[in-house]
Structures are given as C-alpha cells and as structure tokens.
C-alpha cells in the first residue's frame, strides 16, 4: 500500500461548481500535511498547509481527519485558473522528507 | 530572477552515458532535495541534504549519486543512464522552521530522455 494516496482523476467540471480531493495517509506518525499545486508539468508550489482544526484560505478549504488517516481540499465556486494537478504531501516525522501522492488532475471547463 | 534555477532544463542522452543536473539557490535555504516525477506516480525523493556535510538517500537512490558543492549548490548524476531514468526531475529547497511546518521551493524542472 502506498504512504499516501489520492483520488483517481481527472475531474472535469464546470466554471462555478464546487469540487472535493481526498488523500489518505498509511502512517499514523505522521506529523504534517499540506496541498501544492502543480501546473502543466511546471514545479509544484504550496497551496495550503493543513491545521487539525481544519483551515480556509479564500474559495479552498483544507480538512484533517486524525481517526481516519485523510486529508481533503475543498474548492468553491471553480474557476478556469484552478485547472492544475493537486498534490498531497505529507511529512511522517517532524523535520523529516516529505512524501508525495501521486496527484489529483482538475479540469474546470467554460 | 528564480530563487532556485537548474540546468539544463532538457536534455537527451543516449544509454550509458554519464549526465550531470546542476541545481543552484539563492534562497539561502540549508536543505536542498532532488525528486524524479513520473506521469501516474507523483514525485519520488531520491536524495535529500540537510546541510553541506549531510547528505542521505531516499526512496529510489540506486542508480544515482551526488555532491553538495556548498550550501547554495547541489548536483545529481547518473553515473550510466538507462532508457527508465526518462523523466522529469525536480530540485528543491526548503527552510525548516521553529514551528515545525515545512514549505518546499522547487526549480523549474529538468526534463531528461534518456534513448
């Protein structure tokens, strides 16, 4: 089984609606949690970093579920510039090397 | 100009051959990463330095080595390329912080055939 998994995609949706990613976790050492987003094979870059309490940072909104081992990422109202790949990353020990899901594909269509 | 830069950014080689990918920051960050990513499998770690003299392999370093010339410089080889080395590959920095939560800044990306 793999450290981190994410949801199969590509989701293809429409301008304005409101799509959800989940990622699960095997380790439950593990310490933190974060999304990055990657554009067409460009170098991926921080999106959010995920709190227990959950956070939201405009139309996105990360979660942690401790008890089940997942993450998800929450984004409202799509837009054509959120069309990316969504990556999971999690850190098993703190200071330690991240490990990456495989990604999640969005496509937000007119 | 970009905080942490690679070259080449392509490159094609043929199999046997020993290649060099240079990665360069100036972001003034001690921990510096090298990351192959393959359509379907995310990004796989494949060496790690937590400062000059600290360098340490991860989840797929077979086949690979590097040197870490100074803090700022960091440098992947393949010492005999072979055809399933083709991929794209990615450098990155990052500043670990009191609190804990640590970001990675990436370079553009190498993109390497090897044939």
């Known amino acids: 089984r793999k450290e981190v998994e994410q949801d199969p995609g590509p989701f293809n949706v429409p301008e304005g609606a409101t799509v959800a990613f989940n990622c699960t976790y095997s380790?439950?050492?593990?310490?933190?949690f974060f999304w990055y987003r990657q554009d067409c094979r460009k170098e991926p870059k921080l999106l959010m970093s995920v709190y227990s309490s959950g956070n939201e940072d405009g139309r996105f909104t990360a979660q942690l579920n401790r008890a089940s081992q997942y993450i998800s990422l929450l984004i409202r109202d799509s837009k054509l510039s959120d069309s990316a790949t969504y990556l999971c990353?999690?850190?098993?020990?703190?200071?330690?090397?991240?490990?990456f899901g495989q990604g999640t594909e969005l496509s937000v269509k007119p | 100009d970009a905080d942490v830069t690679q070259t080449p950014r392509n490159r094609i080689t043929k199999t046997g051959k020993r290649i060099m990918l240079e990665c360069s920051q100036t972001k003034g960050h001690d921990r510096m990463y090298w990351y192959r990513q393959d359509p379907g499998l995310g990004l796989r770690l494949i060496y790690y330095?937590?400062?000059?003299?600290?360098?340490n392999k991860g989840e797929i370093s077979d086949g690979y080595s590097v040197s870490r010339q100074a803090q700022a410089k960091f440098s992947l080889s393949l010492e005999s390329a072979i055809p399933n080395q083709t991929a794209l590959y990615f450098c990155?920095?990052?500043?670990?912080?009191?609190?804990?939560?640590?970001?990675?800044?990436f370079g553009p990306g190498t993109r390497l055939l090897v044939l």
């Open positions: 330095s937590f400062d000059v003299k600290d360098i």
């Open positions: 990353v999690v850190i098993i020990n703190q200071g330690g090397k991240l490990i």
């Open positions: 990155a920095t990052s500043d670990f912080p009191t609190g804990g939560w640590e970001t990675q800044y």
């Open positions: 380790n439950s050492a593990s310490q933190s």
